[in-house]
């Protein structure tokens, strides 16, 4: 089985931190996604990775960076903290082809919460 | 801009019903997947229907699309209490794009 693990489950950060979502898949994907999840705005794509080294910007990403130095690693940076990025984040990663190139294994997720 | 859109918002059902969800898009695709999600966790793949399949089934799962509508309904039947859940429909083409999901709860 997938499995996509992220480095907590909950997180409390102060505005203006710095702070780091990790991520980690073992099934040697190559496609990793970055979500976030806020009540009435469903799911929304700050940034994608396709590669190592490579990353695009997703619907959302301004106030996010990420970073994928390893392929299965894919950090999700916030710059400075602000209280509008308390939410939901959640890490997913796919295939790049084959019969389930499109399917994403998400993580469990991290709520942040910035205070 | 939303590209799926599930309906109900939210549904309640006894243990035993069927529980039928909806959900609308608005551009081509190249297929429609359906996951859920138990409160607070990530989100479970549960069935990929491709935009050339009518319909597909997967254990209690009945997936139907209609490109011609742009449509997809997810049936769960014989519902279980741990069938409660949120269930998102996502669209595919080139990357996913999800819809805000419906709360279904199924009372024991």
């Known amino acids: 089985d997938v499995k996509v693990t992220q480095s907590s489950r909950y997180l409390v950060k102060r505005t203006g931190e710095k702070v780091f979502l990790e991520c980690v898949q073992d099934?040697?994907?190559?496609?990793m996604f970055w979500y976030r999840q806020d009540p009435g705005l469903g799911l929304r794509l700050i940034y994608f990775s396709y590669d190592v080294k490579m990353k695009e910007k997703g619907d959302i990403p301004e106030g996010y960076s990420v970073s994928r130095e390893k392929k299965e690693r894919f950090s999700l940076i916030l710059e400075s903290a602000s209280t509008n990025q308390t939410s939901m984040y959640l890490c997913?990663?796919?295939?790049?082809?084959?019969?389930?190139?499109?399917?994403?294994?998400f993580g469990p997720g991290t709520r942040l919460t910035v205070l | 801009s939303q590209q799926g859109e599930e309906d109900p918002q939210a549904l309640s059902i006894q243990e035993g019903e069927n529980a039928t969800m909806n959900c609308s898009y608005k551009?081509?695709?190249?297929?429609l997947q359906w996951y859920r999600q138990n409160s607070g966790r990530g989100l479970v793949h549960l069935i990929l229907?491709?935009?050339?399949?009518r319909e597909k089934h997967s254990g209690r799962l009945r997936v139907t699309l209609d490109t011609s509508k742009k449509s997809s309904s997810l049936l769960i039947t014989a519902s279980r209490a741990a069938d409660t859940a949120s269930y998102f429909c996502?669209?595919?083409?080139?990357?996913?794009?999800f819809g805000q999901g419906t709360e279904l709860s199924v009372k024991p």
């Open positions: 996502a669209t595919s083409l080139g990357k996913l794009i």
């Open positions: 229907i491709r935009s050339n399949e």
């Open positions: 099934m040697d994907h190559e496609n």
């Open positions: 997913a990663s796919s295939m790049a082809s084959g019969e389930r190139a499109d399917t994403q294994y």
């Open positions: 551009t081509s695709i190249n297929n």
